[in-house]
């Protein structure tokens, strides 16, 4: 995470967010009344989908079940069958 100060995005907004935009990094600006944090929006909606599919606890239960699979215990991906 970049982290710039509110004086010195003002100087660089345009290059900081081209910045965020191409690599997906984060900013987090700090100001005399607290920090804010600028993400591209790819990385906006990634989150958000996340949020979405961790609030199915279904889907929760399956995503924490993948995580925990041994990759020896998977299939490969010509054996899956859409």
């Known amino acids: ?3 710039v100060n509110i004086t010195n995005f003002r100087k660089n907004i345009f290059g900081i967010l081209e910045q ?5 990094e984060p900013v987090n600006i700090s ?3 607290g920090n804010a944090v600028v993400l ?5 909606n990634g989150m958000m989908e996340t949020l ?6 279904a889907t929760k239960g399956n995503i924490i ?3 925990n699979t ?7 991906e010509s054996e899956v069958e859409w």
């Open 31 to 33: 100001t005399k009344e």
């Open 20 to 24: 965020t935009i191409k690599y997906n």
């Open 40 to 44: 591209s929006e790819e990385e906006y």
């Open 1 to 3: 995470m970049l982290n």
């Open 70 to 76: 041994s990759l020896d215990d998977c299939i490969s």
């Open 65 to 67: 079940e993948g995580l």
């Open 52 to 57: 979405y599919l961790y609030s199915m606890p």
